[in-house]
């Protein structure tokens, strides 16, 4: 039988750990929050209902990528009845360090959350965080038994699947699906800034997507990216070779090639997993004027759970000067059909669009 953990001190109180806490409080699990920051750590207990813990089962570590190691090693050296679990985006050679470092490195088993926000610390954090996101788990030879059942543990609880692989894989593997992504964002706020900031009055959705993650802490990107740039170098590489090839169809007036560009670009879109890690579906999708005005949206979900359909997705756009809005739902096609009969019954002005 898998041993199960009761209790669970956390280190760092910001948004992953504050959200790590409260899904293992909504367990039914002992949960005490930690911080450096006393107005943090205030915060994240009175959120997650904190206790003060002796002799916590599980400690996870959920700091800065500079402290990370120092707080594992701490860690462990002063509670060695206690399962230490880091949760840390940059593995590198985190497991051989604690290995020299420590005489319980047994004890210890690192993770990586496969998920966040582009806002930061306690006030931030969701229950919901990681449900349906994948979570890694670093895979080694000399991690206890107990350290294994309690990381599977912490994913089930909150939600999430996990994903075992080796230091090296790991860091390859968020250079290329978070790191980078991180960087494209950031790269084109930056080449906008000296943009009329009236021109984004004219945005659409669209920026606004590419833009989210440009909103994320400057300080914790700094750390991360600075501690994998050896795994992140060749994807940058690439993406230049990929931006001079789309600027040379440009210039050439290439149609032939740029369109087989955007037919890989459609490809790979499509490998991304859907909901909660499953396949990726084609949604049919219905859009709903509606006045720009308080209360709108919450009708359109009143009337979503009457005829109990589920929402995959959404976006609203605003048109400057226009005092209406559109909003697109993302349903399957039978929810889609049902959802238009009943919002076009009710008065709403609803218009059915392809599948993407």
């Known amino acids: 039988m898998a041993a199960k953990f009761k209790s669970a001190r956390i280190i760092g109180s910001g948004l992953i750990g504050t959200s790590i806490g409260l899904s293992l409080r909504a367990d039914g699990i002992l949960v005490q929050m930690i911080d450096i920051d006393a107005r943090s750590q205030r915060l994240a207990n009175d959120l997650v209902n904190g206790e003060n813990i002796d002799n916590p089962d599980l400690i996870i570590i959920s700091a800065s990528i500079n402290r990370n190691l120092e707080l594992v090693v701490e860690t462990l050296n002063r509670n060695p009845g206690s399962i230490v679990l880091d949760v840390a985006s940059i593995k590198s050679n985190l497991l051989k360090e604690v290995e020299e470092l420590s005489e319980n490195a047994e004890n210890f088993i690192s993770s990586h959350p496969m998920a966040g926000r582009e806002v930061s610390g306690a006030e931030s954090a969701r229950a919901d965080l990681f449900l349906g996101r994948a979570w890694i788990g670093i895979k080694s030879e000399i991690t206890a038994i107990r350290a294994k059942d309690y990381l599977n543990q912490v994913v089930s609880t909150c939600g999430s699947t996990i994903y075992w692989l080796t230091p090296e894989e790991h860091d390859e593997t968020v250079a290329a699906i978070s790191h980078l992504p991180q960087l494209i964002s950031t790269a084109l706020a930056y080449s906008l800034d000296k943009k009329d900031v009236k021109s984004f009055e004219l945005a659409g959705q669209g920026l606004r997507d590419v833009l989210r993650l440009s909103g994320s802490s400057p300080q914790i990107w700094s750390q991360l990216?600075?501690?994998?740039?050896?795994?992140?170098?060749?994807?940058?590489?690439?993406?230049?070779?990929?931006?001079?090839?789309?600027?040379?169809?440009?210039?050439?007036?290439?149609?032939?090639?740029?369109?087989?560009?955007?037919?890989?670009?459609?490809?790979?879109y499509k490998n991304i997993p859907g909901k909660h890690g499953g396949k990726n579906r084609n949604y049919s999708y219905l859009s709903i004027v509606i006045d720009d005005q308080p209360g709108?949206?919450?009708?359109?979900?009143?009337?979503?759970?009457?005829?109990?359909?589920?929402?995959?997705?959404?976006?609203?756009?605003?048109?400057?000067?226009?005092?209406?809005?559109?909003?697109?739902?993302?349903?399957?096609?039978?929810?889609?059909?049902?959802?238009?009969?009943?919002?076009?019954?009710?008065?709403?002005?609803?218009?059915?669009?392809?599948?993407?």
């Not at 795994?231 to 149609?255: F, H, R, W």
Request: charged share 30%.
């Open 296 to 356: 709108q949206l919450a009708k359109i979900f009143d009337d979503c759970a009457e005829v109990r359909v589920n929402i995959e997705d959404l976006s609203i756009e605003h048109s400057p000067g226009q005092q209406t809005g559109l909003i697109t739902l993302a349903l399957n096609e039978n929810d889609s059909e049902k959802l238009s009969d009943h919002l076009t019954s009710t008065g709403w002005n609803v218009h059915s669009l392809k599948s993407r």
């Open 225 to 268: 990216l600075i501690a994998n740039r050896d795994a992140i170098d060749p994807y940058l590489v690439e993406m230049k070779e990929s931006i001079n090839l789309i600027q040379q169809c440009l210039k050439d007036g290439n149609t032939k090639e740029l369109e087989e560009i955007f037919k890989i670009g459609n490809r790979v």
